[in-house]
């Protein structure tokens, strides 16, 4: 169970905090204002991907329960100085967005079609803020548990037709010369897994670079140089598998680790801008899996301490709290008698031991490990594909049904859930969720047929948590900022605004020119997110 006194059990993030920051001991529970009117010297953009109001909500309760405390960022809505609103997340195509048009609204001014990164709609570049900012001699960092060519860092410093160009995104990132670039996603850099075959751990090297793929060696970095660290070929693991596995803990920083780091690299400069993503809170949801997106928001709370303490050493910075779009509407259900039994249902969600992609490589005896995997040629993997012939289909199909179907029995089913969750499920729920695992299950609403939503289902009898689907929703979101320039973020404001007032407080004029909004069905969008991923990683 994890306890009261850190959720991080010993390996605490502001423990980790305080070798960057000597004066850190408790959170941070005042900040410092700016006056309407200052400018700020220094700007730090936090993002928690895909969090609906309802998840924060959840999340300060699971915060009281395990760390004894409310979240810093609901404490921020009783501080004199913090300004708060809500912000319109819509993209150019649609009243949802996806992660590359909510983060590219940040980044270029612009809304533009759900999949595409900095570019109009009919695929004009756009001019992003890292490129402005760098040209103004702003210093720039992008820290991440996703990919660090995720849609969400990439939408800050980067220009490409579809979000799914990684391999491109990260040779922009060397071309940018963004200063620290901090996550995951290090398979991207790799010359084995590239087709162009180009080493680019090597050239991020001769081109100035500290390259670390270690906690100890960003401990350590110098301060001097840019830093590529990269601690995990894809996405860095949810905050829930991280604090129960001693060797993760030893490999794989947290977020609010490298945020201390970065914060110590930029330390001495005279202007910044560093973008904070708490990205597997977004991954969490689209999973259903209530207990990995919360305590992966309560390690982005650990994160925003981590900066109001940097804050209380430079006064001249600007933090601004926010989400890029809700997703999934994770919330507290009433359950029992009155209710009653919602707090205690809640409440199990301390005795979680495991995200859902590990349950689930158990519940469809899957090795632990993933095979490497390699960069396609879509073109070349077409024209194979095509070439098969009609016997090869049948047999990869029914290779595939075999496949699908050798996956734990109910009986098993309900050891291996209890084992990682607590919840001793019935027995006819296992054979509801065998179903789903073996692809023969129906569901009434088309998006909750999917074993994810299936497993998140049979854990909402267990913690009274459930979701609305396992998409991105169209919520207005919230928005929080302290420090000069914050005065700008009050009210009700559109993402694209950011954009404008990251320049003006800058000083720089510039604008993206605007396009009309896509009201009916049109320009297609690019295919938005890899979805099923997230559930094998």
Known sequence: MINRRGFLNGASSLAAAAIAFPNISRAADKTVSGKPGQKPRRIIHMVSDGMSSSTLTCADHLSQIVRGRATT???????????TGLM?????????TDSSAASSAWGSGVRIINGVVNQAGDGTPLKHLYEILGDARWHRGLVTTAEITHATPAGFASCVASRDKATEIAKQYLKGKVDILLGGGAKYFDKAYRLDKRDLFTEFRDAGYAVMDKPSELAVAP?????????????????????????????VPTLATMTAAALRRMEGESRFILQVEGARIDHGCHNNDAAAALFDQ??????????????????????????????????LNGSGDAYGQSMWQFRN??????????????????????????????????????????????????????????????TEIIQIVEDGTGYKMPYRKAELLRQCLTNTGEAIYDMRKSETAALGDVMANHLSVGFTGT???????????????????????????????????????????????IEARGREARAVENVEGYAQI
């Open 88 to 96: 319109n997340t819509r993209s150019l195509n649609s009243l949802v």
């Open 223 to 251: 301060t001097n140089k840019r830093w590529l660290g990269l601690f995990g070929r894809s996405h860095l693991p949810y905050s829930l598998d991280h604090v129960r596995d001693s060797k993760l803990r030893s490999d």
């Open 298 to 331: 309560i390690a982005f709370d650990e994160a925003i301490d981590v900066c109001l303490e940097y804050q209380k050493r430079d006064p001249e910075t600007l933090i601004v709290i926010t989400t890029d779009h809700g997703n999934g509407n994770l919330a």
């Open 73 to 83: 960022w609901m404490k921020l809505y009783n501080h004199p100085a913090a300004r």
């Open 471 to 517: 998409a991105h929703t169209g919520d207005y979101v919230p928005v929080i900022a302290i420090g000069p320039g914050a005065e700008r973020f009050g009210g009700f404001i559109q993402n694209t605004d950011i954009f404008g007032h990251y320049l003006d407080l800058a000083g720089i004029g510039f604008r993206n020119p605007q396009e009309p909004l």
């Open 349 to 410: 969600l301390r005795d979680v031991k495991q995200s859902f992609p590990i349950l689930l490589k158990a519940l469809k005896r899957q090795p632990a490990h993933d095979e490497p995997d390699f960069e396609k040629d879509d073109a070349a993997e077409k024209k194979k594909e095509d070439a098969k012939s009609a016997a090869q289909k049948e047999r990869e199909k029914t290779e595939k049904k075999i496949k699908e179907e050798n996956v734990a029995t109910p």
